[in-house]
């Protein structure tokens, strides 16, 4: 069973929240094994599962990083997301320029290439949340284009992360 279906929601980027923790409390209530300790050993252990995924759930679809992974991996669209060939070519065209300009940093640090590289990452994920805005705000169950878009958005965001964690370290040993 999957986290939507557990909580009885459908598969969408954008989901109520207020529902969600409705049915996460509703949830604790019926499955924390407290509740349940003059059930069968059989019983107990059912209710402990049924309380971790409902935990888990809870924590996957409350965050919408965590969520759009959940989507992603549950329609098979995520596969090796460490491997650059699944991160779409024309971006990583784009991140030349960057990736080149972190190497220089790596040499010699300049103050106001540190800058400078940080607002050109600001100006690329700025770029990237619009292109998906619209996919991100639906409550409607996804369809593959909007899912493709999503995926792309995911695997630039990240790549974008590991930039600016590369980034930050340079700034923090000068």
Partial sequence: MNYF???EMPVAFSIDEEALKR???KNSKNFHPDFHTQSSEEEQEAMLEKSTLNNQAFQTLSNQDKRIKYILDLKGLLGDEANPASIPQDFLMEM???NE???ELEFDFDVRLHEQISQELDVFEEKIAT?????LVSTEPPGMES??????FFLKKRYLLRIRENLSKFAGSN
Avoid: G
Wanted: glycine share 0%; hydrophobic share 45%; net charge negative.
């Fill in 147 to 152: 899912l493709e878009r999503v995926r792309d």
């Fill in 131 to 135: 292109s998906v805005q619209k996919d």
């Fill in 101 to 103: 300009k972190l190497m």
């Fill in 5 to 7: 279906d557990f909580f």
């Fill in 23 to 25: 049915q996460f409390y």
């Fill in 96 to 98: 030349m320029e960057i």
